[in-house]
């Protein structure tokens, strides 16, 4: 369980960096224009354009460029994890997108479902209950995390990854002994 709560950890200290840069930068352009572009949306495809332009595209950048080159994101890093493939090797950029995919889908659906057609605050949504799909799958995220053991997500296995304790010499010595024997048949 130690695992699961780094993992979780990590994860939350990546948000919170990732949203403050961008939300700042955010912000910074609305000061520095007036408003501009934000007074000049009027439809929910245009904010959902803008919100993936500045804001979901940069954070997909940042978690496959991060994990495809180092095998950590920051807050994997400050806490010590790393992401590899099944055997222990380098992820491939396949592996770190299909990473990045499933576990922001429910971000993305969230967007999608309040901003698209009409922005939830410009109007009463015609369904509602679509909200509960990004959050439950959040949950199903979390519980098949929890029940792991912080050994495997939805996205490691989608792509055929695992993320251990970097601080451990070797926190898989059996699947590493696996690994090894295939390689090096006597």
Avoid: C
């Avoid at 572009?37 to 997909?60: N, Q």
């Avoid at 299909?98 to 057609?117: F, Q, S």
Wanted: proline residues 5%; positive net charge; charged residues 20%.
């Amino acid at each position: 369980m130690r695992l699961a709560a780094k993992r979780l950890a990590a994860y939350w200290l990546d948000f919170v960096m990732l949203a403050g840069v961008l939300g700042g930068m955010q912000g910074l352009l609305y000061l520095a224009t007036g408003g501009f572009p934000f007074d000049r949306f009027k439809a929910g495809y245009e904010i959902e354009l803008w919100v993936l332009a500045t804001m979901s595209v940069p954070v997909w950048v940042y978690f496959i460029g991060m994990e495809y080159k180092r095998g950590q994101t920051i807050g994997k890093r400050l806490l010590q994890l790393k992401a590899a493939a099944r055997d222990g090797s380098r992820l491939t950029l396949r592996q770190a997108f299909l990473r990045t995919i499933v576990r922001l889908l429910p971000w993305e659906l969230a967007h999608l479902i309040v901003l698209v057609p009409e922005p939830w605050w410009d109007a009463d949504p015609a369904y509602p209950g679509l909200i509960y799909i990004p959050n439950g799958l959040m949950l199903l995220y979390i519980a098949v995390l929890a029940t792991s053991g912080g050994r495997r997500t939805l996205h490691d296995a989608a792509a055929g990854t695992r993320v251990r304790d970097a601080g451990r010499p070797d926190a898989y010595p059996s699947e590493h002994y696996r690994s090894y024997s295939k390689r090096h048949r006597f």
